[in-house]
């Protein structure tokens, strides 16, 4: 079992930046890839990126790339998305999450939810 908790979300003017945090508690953090998905109301979930459980390889959804970076400090069993240059249609709840397959970008291969935070951009 992997129990996860997000922090850092807020509400911030369009172009500015915020920090999520996922901490997440186990011994076994790094044998899970970690993702991050995105839901806006009346909207399906969405991913947003995720980061390798072997060698920390990051990607991300296209409308983000250029913006967001998604690191991890195994160390501290956290996950991190730094998002720059926020846009008003970023503004969603976020969800850390976390899969034991390598690559994935599909809500139901991830096995272990956050509770989410919310990301407000303003115009």
């Known amino acids: 079992q992997v129990q996860l908790v997000e922090s850092g979300g807020g509400l911030v003017q369009a172009g500015g930046s915020l920090r999520l945090s996922c901490a997440a508690s186990?011994?076994?953090?790094?044998?899970?890839?970690m993702g991050w998905f995105r839901q806006a109301p009346g909207k399906e979930r969405e991913f947003v990126g995720a980061?390798?459980?072997?060698?920390?390889?990051?990607w991300y959804v296209d409308s983000v790339k250029g913006r967001f970076t998604i690191s991890r400090d195994n160390a501290k069993n956290t996950v991190y998305l730094q998002m720059n240059s926020l846009k008003p249609e970023d503004t969603a709840v976020y969800y850390c999450?976390?899969?034991?397959?390598?690559?994935?970008?599909?809500?139901?291969?991830?096995?272990?939810w956050g509770q989410g935070t919310q990301v407000t951009v303003s115009s």
């Open positions: 999450a976390a899969s034991g397959l390598y690559y994935s970008t599909t809500a139901a291969s991830y096995n272990f």
């Open positions: 186990g011994r076994t953090f790094s044998s899970y890839t």
């Open positions: 980061v390798s459980r072997t060698d920390g390889t990051p």
